[in-house]
């Protein structure tokens, strides 16, 4: 009885760990920008993109590349937005490949 309440003990405490150490990559998407980013992003580096909370002071767009690096971009930029046109075509292309009945 003692070793199953230890086991029990254990597998709580590895758990809080698991959900204390997590918590900070779950509040990385929902961060605001402080600043846009100057230059231009090449599309391929660009794997997926959201736009910022409206609790954010500024509005922006958030390009993230295949090495997980962020960028925070002007949402007026005509890059910006065509990358983001181009980025949604691609994803659409790439969903129809692998939805096909």
């Known amino acids: 009885r ?4 230890m086991s029990l ?6 758990c809080s760990l698991q959900l ?19 230059k231009k992003i090449p599309l391929k580096l ?6 910022t ?3 954010c002071p500024i509005s922006a767009i958030v390009f993230r590349t295949a ?3 962020e960028f925070c971009l002007d949402p007026d930029s ?10 949604n075509t691609a994803s659409k292309a790439v969903f129809c490949i692998f939805n096909v009945n």
Do not use: D
């Not at 204390?20 to 100057?38: D, I």
């Not at 660009?46 to 736009?51: A, G, I």
């Open 9 to 14: 003990l254990l597998l709580v405490l590895f």
């Open 67 to 69: 090495a997980g690096r």
């Open 2 to 5: 003692m070793r199953i309440l």
């Open 78 to 87: 005509s890059w910006v937005n065509s990358h983001i046109a181009k980025v």
């Open 53 to 55: 909370g409206n609790s």
């Open 46 to 51: 660009v794997v997926s993109f959201y736009r």
């Open 20 to 38: 204390t150490s997590s918590a900070p990559h779950a509040l990385e998407s929902s961060s605001c920008c402080v600043q846009f980013y100057k």
